[in-house]
C-alpha cells in the first residue's frame, strides 16, 4: 500500500509498505482523509522526541471499514468510520475509572518514541483495535470527521474547567484546539469568549466561528475586558499554547478563585507566579487528549453546534504530503488544517 513515511528527520517520501495485518480484535480502515496535526509538524524535526524514524505519522483520520478481525462484532465492510488517536487498554487502575486519556498502557497512532512505535494513518490502510471505533453520523463529510480528534481535545479541556452558564471565558491561542475549545465553550453555556492570538488571520477565522472578540495580546488587559464585558477578568481562561509568555497572560486575565485549562504545552517547564496562584486561589486544570468524548463530538458536528468546515484549509492528495509539511513547517502561508487523501 501507499504510505507516506518520515524516513529521517525533516525527510518524508511516498513509499509502497506491506498493508497492516489486523488482529482478531481490530478493524482494518481504508483511509480517505487525514489530518496534518501540529504535533506532526512539530515533531518533524525530532524535537519532541516523539516522531522517531521511521514512522508513518498521522491520527486525525477518517475512512472506510475494509476487513474486520475474527473477534470484533458490529462492524461491516463499507461502513463510515472514524477513530480515536489514543490506544487504551481498558483493563489497567484509570481504564477501569474511565480515565482511559491516562492509561498505563497508552499508545497514540503515528507516535514513535523510546517506549513504543505505532504507526499511524498516512496511508491507505491503518488497523486500530475496534474499541476506539466510531461511527459517523450520516450528516457528517469524512472531512469534518477528521477533525474529531482534536475537537475530542477541547471538549475534554472544557469539561474539565466545567464553566457555568454565564461565565466569562478567554481563550489564549487560536489554533486549532484554541479554535475550537472556544467554541465548544461557547456550546457548555459560556456567554461571552475572547480569542488572544497574534496573528490576524487566525482572529479573523475566530471572529467568523462566532467569539465575542479576537485581540492580539498587545490588545488584551483587564481595562479591555472591563470596557467591553464589565468585568476586568475572566471565571475561566485556558492556555491553548502552553509557553511561559501564554500562561503569564492567562492567569493575568483570570478572576480571582476563577479556573484554568492547561490546554497547551509548548514548553516542557514553565515558571509560575506561585504567591498570586495561592493568595488568588486559582485552580490550574492539565487536560490531556480526550475521555470518551467521540460520540458527543460526533454529535455536535451533526447537529451543527459546533463548525469546522472554515478550518479545513486544504485537501491535498496523500502524494503531495511531503509539500505540505514543508510549507506548515516553514510557516509559509496562513493556513489551518490541512487534510491529505489517500
Not at 494513518?121 to 466510531?134: G, K
Amino acid at each position: 500500500m501507499k504510505a507516506l513515511v518520515l524516513t529521517e528527520y525533516r525527510h518524508l517520501e511516498i513509499q509502497d509498505v506491506p498493508p497492516p495485518e489486523p488482529a482478531e480484535d481490530e478493524v482494518l480502515i481504508r483511509v480517505k482523509v487525514c489530518g496534518i496535526c501540529g504535533s506532526d509538524v512539530h515533531g518533524l524535526d525530532g524535537s519532541t522526541g516523539r516522531r522517531i524514524p521511521p514512522i508513518i505519522m498521522g491520527h486525525e483520520a477518517a475512512g472506510i471499514v475494509e476487513r474486520t478481525g475474527a473477534r470484533v462484532n458490529g462492524w461491516t465492510p463499507g461502513d463510515r468510520v472514524t477513530f480515536d488517536s489514543t490506544v487504551y487498554c481498558g483493563r489497567c487502575r484509570f481504564c477501569l475509572r474511565g480515565r482511559v486519556n491516562l492509561c498505563e498502557n497508552r499508545r497514540v497512532l503515528g507516535v514513535s518514541c523510546a517506549e513504543y512505535r505505532r504507526h499511524g494513518a498516512f496511508a491507505e490502510l491503518i488497523a486500530v483495535p475496534a474499541h476506539i471505533v466510531y461511527r459517523i453520523p450520516d450528516p457528517v463529510t469524512f472531512e469534518q470527521a477528521a477533525l474529531i480528534e482534536p475537537l475530542s481535545v477541547a471538549v475534554h479541556a472544557v469539561d474539565r474547567v466545567r464553566p457555568r452558564l454565564g461565565d466569562l471565558a478567554v481563550v489564549v491561542g487560536g489554533g486549532m484546539i484554541g479554535q475550537l475549545v472556544a467554541q465548544a465553550a461557547r456550546a457548555a453555556g459560556c456567554r461571552e469568549i475572547v480569542v488572544i492570538e497574534p496573528d490576524e488571520y487566525r482572529c479573523g477565522l475566530a471572529r467568523d466561528l462566532g467569539v465575542s472578540e479576537a485581540w492580539s495580546p498587545e490588545e488584551a488587559s483587564p481595562q479591555r475586558l472591563n470596557e467591553r464585558f464589565g468585568s476586568p477578568l475572566a471565571e475561566i481562561v485556558f492556555d491553548a499554547v502552553g509557553t511561559a509568555e501564554s500562561l503569564d497572560l492567562a492567569l493575568g486575565l483570570l478572576e480571582k478563585g476563577g479556573t484554568c485549562g492547561l490546554v497547551g504545552n509548548l514548553a516542557p517547564r514553565v515558571p509560575l507566579a506561585l504567591q498570586a496562584a495561592v493568595t488568588r486561589e486559582y485552580s490550574l486544570l492539565g487536560c490531556c487528549a480526550s475521555q470518551g468524548d467521540y460520540p458527543r463530538c460526533l454529535d455536535l458536528l451533526a447537529s451543527g453546534s459546533i463548525r469546522v468546515d472554515p478550518l479545513i484549509s486544504r485537501i491535498a492528495p496523500l502524494d503531495d504530503g511531503p509539500k505540505w509539511f514543508d510549507i506548515l513547517y516553514q510557516r509559509r502561508e496562513p493556513l489551518m488544517k490541512v487534510l491529505l487523501a489517500p
